[in-house]
């Protein structure tokens, strides 16, 4: 019997040779391609909660059902540790970009000079809304900062405050219809919310009721959602009030109407919801003004003419120079800061510029003054120094556990029953790049294999 290996394997013949190779090629073919189908399925759906605690999951004391039905049946962190400044817009672009600012080139809220607001073209490095448009797969945003200009398929920008509205010569609601998506706004009043009052353009309900639709209708690859009512109650009442009950009862029924509207598409099985934060809270009792200190020094008459000033971007405050290089102005401020009363020195530490480079803060900053617990930094260049004040705010290093933001996880890929202790915002897009197979790299991102079913 003829053989052709060292095993006596009978010779099948030429003819069924050729068949099993092409049969091989064929099933090969086949599932290289079921394998980027089901790529090609996955969805992730990232829900912003602006100062988002850890304890509304982890703290019994916080009613949020669907939030807590989550955490039991994905993963979860103790404690996020947001970038500094620890405020709305600098840590939502590290959550897409997976770098710290002084990489992403979004430092503040708004910009310390020049420009009144952010767009993406301001954006230094990619963002994994590029990274999935380059895959070919959709992404939507509702009120996530920074993305007017983008390029983003269904899209809702930031909308700005009723005074910048009004300052822009817009009425209504035409400025929506002047930067979302063409035609999305449209839809979105036929189909979901009506014709609504400026006020109630981002409302947590509404938003819920968007980002809803656009999953159930277009089924993006990658969708995010800023929810912002929690933030809002709490620089009012502070940490501990009922208005915080109610806005995070707001938000949980948002995220059930969202999962609801991700059973409704039909792609439960394929998605992943990430619920993230971007700072904590801390509740004040004093503010503090430090363009006071230098006015009295001759270095600050007003937001238009100074030498120096101190841009304060919520609870910390960034000394920038007129010049850059104007080095005996900024040895003027330390030996001011140093000759403070003990009483008003007490409030805050000073940040060199060393520390500021580690921690990936704006590099034309000169230094930072980063608050006690407490207190919170104001722009204002007249009156006393320091003044009573209530409400919450944030904005500081996160070296205190009120500041540290939260995350929970759920679905596809994830595993269940899993509490990291610690975890930090830039981490955010790795993690979304893993579940999605995107060619993204995150240079200040890390990726805790713990929170992944292997």
Same mark, same amino acid.
């Given at each position: 019997?003829?053989?052709?290996?060292?095993?006596?394997?009978?010779?099948?013949?030429?003819?069924?040779?050729?068949?099993?190779?092409?049969?091989?090629?064929?099933?090969?073919?086949?599932?290289?391609?079921?394998?980027?189908?089901?790529?090609?399925?996955?969805?992730?759906?990232?829900?912003?909660?602006?100062?988002?605690?850890?304890?509304?999951?982890?703290?019994?004391?916080?009613?949020?059902?669907?939030?807590?039905?989550?955490?039991?049946?994905?993963?979860?962190?103790?404690?996020?540790?947001?970038?500094?400044?620890?405020?709305?817009?600098?840590?939502?672009?590290?959550?897409?970009?997976?770098?710290?600012?002084?990489?992403?080139?979004?430092?503040?809220?708004?910009?310390?000079?020049?420009?009144?607001?952010?767009?993406?073209?301001?954006?230094?490095?990619?963002?994994?809304?590029?990274?999935?448009?380059?895959?070919?797969?959709?992404?939507?945003?509702?009120?996530?900062?920074?993305?007017?200009?983008?390029?983003?398929?269904?899209?809702?920008?930031?909308?700005?405050?009723?005074?910048?509205?009004?300052?822009?010569?817009?009425?209504?609601?035409?400025?929506?219809?002047?930067?979302?998506?063409?035609?999305?706004?449209?839809?979105?009043?036929?189909?979901?919310?009506?014709?609504?009052?400026?006020?109630?353009?981002?409302?947590?309900?509404?938003?819920?009721?968007?980002?809803?639709?656009?999953?159930?209708?277009?089924?993006?690859?990658?969708?995010?959602?800023? !929810?912002?009512?929690?933030?809002?109650?709490?620089?009012?009442?502070?940490?501990?009030?009922?208005?915080?009950?109610?806005? !995070?009862?707001?938000?949980?029924?948002?995220?059930?109407?969202?999962?609801?509207?991700?059973? &409704?598409?039909?792609?439960?099985?394929?998605?992943?919801?990430?619920?993230?934060?971007?700072?904590?809270?801390?509740?004040?009792?004093?503010?503090?003004?430090?363009?006071?200190?230098?006015?009295?020094?001759?270095?600050?008459?007003?937001?238009?003419?100074?030498?120096?000033?101190?841009?304060?971007?919520?609870?910390?405050?960034?000394?920038?120079?007129?010049?850059?290089?104007?080095?005996?102005?900024?040895?003027?401020?330390?030996?001011?800061?140093?000759?403070?009363?003990?009483?008003?020195?007490?409030?805050?530490?000073?940040?060199?510029?060393?520390?500021?480079?580690?921690?990936?803060?704006?590099?034309?900053?000169?230094?930072?003054?980063?608050?006690?617990?407490?207190?919170?930094?104001?722009?204002?260049?007249?009156?006393?120094?320091?003044?009573?004040?209530?409400?919450?705010?944030?904005?500081?290093?996160?070296?205190?556990?009120?500041?540290?933001?939260?995350?929970?996880?759920?679905?596809?890929?994830?595993?269940?029953?899993?509490?990291?202790?610690?975890?930090?915002?830039?981490?955010?897009?790795?993690?979304?790049?893993?579940?999605?197979?995107?060619?993204?790299?995150? &240079?200040?991102?890390?990726?805790?294999?713990?929170?992944?079913?292997?």
């Amino acid at each position: 019997m003829p053989v052709f290996s060292k095993w006596n394997i009978p010779d099948i013949g030429a003819d069924m040779r050729r068949y099993i190779s092409i049969l091989s090629i064929f099933l090969l073919g086949c599932f290289s391609a079921y394998a980027q189908n089901q790529s090609a399925e996955r969805y992730v759906v990232l829900i912003s909660i602006d100062a988002f605690k850890p304890e509304f999951y982890l703290d019994s004391n916080w009613y949020a059902p669907t939030l807590k039905r989550l955490m039991r049946e994905g993963v979860c962190a103790e404690g996020v540790k947001p970038v500094f400044p620890s405020v709305t817009y600098p840590n939502h672009i590290s959550m897409i970009t997976g770098v710290l600012p002084d990489k992403h080139g979004i430092f503040y809220n708004s910009p310390p000079q020049g420009s009144k607001r952010w767009n993406a073209t301001m954006i230094k490095a990619p963002t994994i809304f590029d990274a999935v448009h380059a895959s070919g797969r959709t992404t939507s945003a509702l009120f996530w900062p920074v993305t007017a200009e983008s390029s983003i398929q269904y899209n809702v920008p930031t909308a700005p405050g009723m005074k910048r509205m009004k300052a822009a010569g817009f009425k209504s609601v035409d400025f929506m219809n002047s930067t979302a998506s063409p035609g999305l706004w449209e839809e979105l009043e036929q189909n979901v919310i009506g014709k609504v009052r400026v006020a109630d353009i981002d409302s947590d309900v509404n938003t819920g009721k968007m980002a809803a639709y656009i999953i159930r209708t277009h089924k993006p690859a990658l969708t995010a959602i800023h !929810l912002t009512g929690i933030d809002h109650a709490q620089h009012k009442v502070g940490m501990e009030n009922q208005s915080i009950s109610e806005a !995070l009862l707001i938000i949980d029924q948002a995220i059930q109407e969202i999962i609801v509207a991700i059973e &409704q598409a039909g792609i439960t099985a394929n998605t992943t919801l990430l619920i993230a934060g971007d700072h904590g809270f801390s509740d004040v009792n004093l503010s503090l003004a430090p363009n006071v200190w230098l006015k009295k020094k001759g270095l600050y008459r007003n937001a238009n003419r100074w030498k120096a000033k101190f841009y304060t971007s919520n609870g910390a405050a960034f000394l920038y120079l007129r010049d850059k290089n104007d080095d005996r102005t900024l040895r003027r401020v330390v030996r001011m800061l140093d000759n403070l009363p003990d009483d008003e020195k007490k409030m805050f530490r000073v940040i060199n510029q060393d520390e500021l480079h580690t921690l990936g803060a704006d590099p034309d900053a000169m230094l930072a003054l980063n608050p006690v617990r407490g207190i919170v930094l104001r722009k204002r260049g007249s009156g006393k120094p320091v003044r009573h004040a209530t409400g919450g705010a944030h904005g500081y290093f996160a070296d205190f556990p009120e500041i540290m933001t939260g995350f929970v996880g759920w679905g596809n890929g994830l595993n269940a029953g899993v509490v990291i202790p610690h975890m930090n915002v830039p981490d955010i897009a790795p993690i979304i790049a893993r579940l999605l197979e995107l060619d993204f790299k995150s &240079q200040d991102g890390q990726v805790n294999e713990e929170l992944f079913k292997n």
